[in-house]
């Protein structure tokens, strides 16, 4: 990585606007429980440790496999630099993971570490149910090296319920072998929703599928911010946009890709239950719209080269933004907060335990860690730095952090998007039923 690109990174972390985020396609079934033991590591930026005391802490997180795996190393790197501290691990699909959340939450057994997302922060902060991470800055949790925009993402009002863990942005990534398929090399630079509906027809002649389809609240977000509008409004108590048309222009034409069989339709996605099922890697599907943090994973279970391209636009640079991919958040009926916050900090600062991390969480905050691991980046990694330090000067502030009542949105949202892939509702019907309900919602904030 040139100085070019160095710079550009350290520039993510001095000027990115950040809150959090939610992402892509998150796959795994794991749910798992590990009591881990320890080889030899040592934690070159460690913040204060716990008093020393015996300490068994629970850590949850969502993703795929690979993530799982690493994960489970860094806890192993922290235990054996922490011989006091053993730290049992709860993970599972995206989906999984938040349903298995809910109760413990409710019974106030959350875990002592919980990875966090922008769409439900909000949620769970004002709950009282994460405790505020602001008294370990600085203690625990070293930010000598992490820029203050890259910590106050996590912030709802004064207090941080979350602390960022990397930042990244959306993109296409597919395998450039099936994309020549379709007799091209490569998404044009510049190219336009039409290019892409013209793509994925051909696809179908090829007997392939393009993609397979788009998250809905993070890609209708991103057309909207195309626009100059926004899925939010700024209070958070209703849709950020008037006109129902931009909701139609968006969605109609992606049902139809799935009706003339040009995208899988939900019972085959139904299908896909971790990344090992995913039709990219299966060698079925050309490629996959997703956050960038979200590459290296499926290009190890791939197990074969895969290309990025930028976002159809046009207005691309108004639509795209960097976000935080994730949090860490420190439960509030923890009882070993000061070593929860002591493990945040491991996972953030430690260059060992980065270079195994390698930017699945989006590229690093500490720009001490982004300068220590850059050069044992693998060409997968090194594609998401390039891209993000692309992105930091191809993009525009992001919006808000989501409102409370997000996260029951997205699940409102994901049923509107199915019912109009089986053609059960028009894309106007559709469009007037999710401003109501998401509006109803909404105004519970107010």
């Known amino acids: 990585m040139g100085k070019k690109l160095s710079a550009a990174i350290a520039l993510i972390l001095a000027t ?12 795994n079934n794991t749910n798992q429980a590990a009591n ?74 959350l875990p002592d570490i919980v990875q966090m997302d922008i769409s439900y922060l909000s949620q769970y902060g004002s709950k009282g149910q994460l405790a505020d991470l602001t008294p ?22 004064d207090k941080l319920y979350g602390f ?20 091209v090399d490569k998404p044009d630079d510049n190219w336009t929703w039409d290019d892409y509906y013209a ?54 034409p992606l ?23 995913d039709l990219l890697v299966k060698g079925q599907q050309v490629g996959i719209f997703q956050w960038t943090n979200q590459f290296v994973g499926i290009q190890q279970v791939a197990n074969r080269p895969l290309e990025m391209a930028h976002m159809p636009g046009p207005d691309r640079e108004k639509g795209l933004y960097l976000k935080p991919s994730m949090y860490f958040s420190v439960a509030q009926n923890s009882k070993h907060k000061e070593a929860a916050a002591d493990f945040i900090n491991f996972f953030v600062n430690d260059v060992e335990a980065n270079k195994l991390i390698k930017g699945d969480r989006g590229v690093p905050v500490s720009s001490k860690v982004i ?13 998401v730095f390039d891209y ?30 199915e019912q109009m892939d089986f053609q059960q509702i028009s894309a106007e019907d559709a469009a007037k039923q999710f401003r109501e309900e998401a509006n109803a919602i909404l105004a519970k904030n107010k």
């Open 36 to 109: 881990t033991n320890a080889n030899a590591s040592t934690s070159a930026n460690a913040g204060k440790t716990d008093t020393g005391e015996n300490v068994t802490l629970r850590i949850a997180w969502w993703g795929s496999q690979p993530r799982h795996d690493y994960t489970l190393e860094v806890i192993k790197m922290y235990e054996a630099a922490h011989p006091n501290v053993k730290i049992e691990a709860e993970y599972a699909n995206f989906d999984d993971y938040w349903k298995k959340l809910a109760p413990q939450a409710a019974a106030s057994e």
């Open 136 to 157: 370990y800055l600085n203690n625990q949790i070293n930010v000598a090296d992490i820029s203050e925009n890259a910590i106050s993402g996590g912030k709802i009002g």
């Open 255 to 277: 049902s139809q890709l799935v009706k003339d069989g040009d995208t899988p339709p939900p019972d085959v996605k139904a299908q896909i239950k971790g990344l090992e099922d």
């Open 371 to 383: 300068e220590a691991i850059k050069g044992t980046l693998e060409p997968a990694q090194q594609q």
């Open 388 to 417: 993000v330090a692309w992105a930091q000067e191809n993009s525009s502030q992001m919006d808000p952090p989501d409102p409370i009542g997000a996260a029951e949105i997205i699940t409102l949202f994901a049923s509107i998007a």
């Open 199 to 252: 793509l994925a027809a051909k696809a179908k002649e090829a007997g392939l599928y393009f993609d397979n389809g788009f998250r809905p609240e993070v890609f209708f977000g991103y057309y909207l911010r195309t626009k100059g509008q926004h899925l939010y409004n700024a209070e958070g108590t209703a849709l950020g946009y008037d006109d129902d048309q931009l909701f139609v222009d968006f969605f109609k």
């Open 16 to 27: 990115t606007l950040t809150a959090c985020g939610s992402g892509g396609n998150n796959n």
């Open 164 to 183: 960022n863990l990397g930042v990244n942005a959306v993109n296409f990534q597919y395998d450039p072998a099936l994309l020549k398929k379709l007799g």
